[in-house]
């Protein structure tokens, strides 16, 4: 499974918020806002506005980075958004809250995506009772989505339980049983509450070009 191994912190500097990719346990502005913002080190200064690509770019990276998406995935999803008969960016959101790590994460059984994307990938997690290791499954309405009775024990799994009520997370399309560590998915991912972070628009305008 190809994924991003290195420092995350870096890609939340770049946008200037905070991309969930820390533990919500950690503190964004203590461990990254209070960096210097990538690109203006040793003296350097604004460029001046950016050009459209620019913009166009840094939203396309902004959302692709929030997911933890590679490149290549992340292409392969705004292709099939394209081909449907709805708003190409809300497909294209619909499609990425969608993911089985995503949906761990939502759930709150996971501290970060990257955390849950892993118990994923080592077969801890349980779709209508089978086991799934595939972090891109695309869970439909009404699929249950628990961990194995071994996971449940884990230390992380534990944390990010206790945790799970004080993060702001968007999971009104999911019905959630922290007891049961468990989530059953009651309807298609509901995107209102993202359209204020991504501007998709941008995202679409970049690769429609």
Request: aromatic letters at 8%; a positive charge.
């Amino acid at each position: 499974m190809a994924r991003y191994r290195g420092p995350v912190c870096k890609f939340s500097r770049r946008e200037g918020e905070d991309l969930e990719l820390k533990s919500g346990m950690k503190n964004f502005d203590a461990k990254c806002k209070s960096k210097t913002p990538l690109g203006m080190g040793h003296g350097a200064r604004p460029s001046g506005k950016p050009s459209d690509y620019q913009l166009h770019l840094r939203a396309k990276q902004k959302l692709r980075r929030y997911y933890g998406v590679l490149e290549r995935q992340f292409r392969n999803y705004y292709r099939k958004a394209a081909s449907g008969r709805t708003d190409t960016g809300e497909s294209l959101l619909q499609l990425l809250e969608a993911r089985l790590d995503n949906v761990v994460y939502r759930i709150g059984l996971g501290v970060t995506r990257a955390a849950a994307r892993q118990m994923v990938a080592h077969g801890q997690v349980l779709v209508d009772g089978q086991r799934v290791d595939i972090p891109s499954y695309q869970v439909r309405p009404g699929q249950l989505v628990t961990l194995s009775e071994a996971a449940r024990a884990h230390s992380r799994v534990k944390e990010a339980v206790a945790h799970a009520e004080m993060r702001e997370l968007s999971r009104d399309w999911l019905d959630v049983n922290l007891k049961e560590f468990s989530g059953k998915v009651v309807s298609a991912p509901t995107i209102h509450d993202l359209m204020h972070l991504f501007d998709v628009s941008l995202v679409v305008e970049y690769y429609s070009k």
